[in-house]
């Protein structure tokens, strides 16, 4: 299983700035970030493991995503074309991304596990926390440095609008 050393070395080697953060209580999974850091969600990143179905067959797939804004089956099911998305077992999590289960950090993740980016972390602003495969630590690193550094496909993961929510036009002027 990789761990809090393994990234810091990681990110060392790739000399990006960080810091590996010790909690004050232990995690259980990446939703308990904000209240154990007392951090806007918006500054916490997790990642989901789903269960992807497609025409070519079943396989897991690594959504990474603000903390506050988890991602929606649905959402992950319209961006790979896929007929079914579920929640991956722990065991699959584990197996796919050699990180105990809801503690998956979104870096160093296998280069054949199919990841997705959501959009929306591009709004984060500057430093973000991240699980680290450990219950009583955190990554915290700079927003555009972890986005440069996920390897995935970026996708609109945004949950649908809902029918009578007004639309809102910016003109350019």
């Excluded at 393994?6 to 004050?24: K, M, N, T, Y």
């Excluded at 209240?35 to 269960?51: H, M, N, Q």
């Excluded at 496909?153 to 649908?160: C, G, Q, R």
Aim: hydrophobic share 45%; net charge negative; with cysteine.
């Amino acid at each position: 299983m990789k761990d809090a050393l393994a990234i810091h070395r990681w990110l060392l080697a790739h000399q990006i700035h960080h810091e590996i953060v010790r909690l004050p209580r232990a995690l259980t999974c990446a939703d308990e970030l904000p209240e154990v850091l007392s951090a806007d969600p918006a500054t916490c990143v997790g990642v989901t493991v789903f269960e992807v179905t497609t025409r070519i067959g079943r396989e897991p797939v690594a959504v990474v995503a603000p903390v506050g804004a988890p991602p929606r089956p649905g959402a992950v099911g319209a961006a790979l074309g896929a007929r079914r998305v579920r929640p991956a077992s722990a065991f699959t999590v584990n197996s796919a991304t050699d990180y105990a289960a809801g503690l998956v950090c979104p870096l160093l993740l296998p280069e054949n596990l199919t990841v997705l980016v959501d959009e929306r972390l591009a709004e984060a602003p500057g430093l973000v926390h991240t699980p680290t495969g450990e219950r009583h630590t955190a990554l915290l690193i700079r927003a555009d440095d972890l986005l440069e550094l996920v390897s995935g496909k970026t996708a609109d993961l945004s949950p649908p609008r809902h029918r009578n929510e007004p639309v809102t036009v910016q003109l350019a002027g």
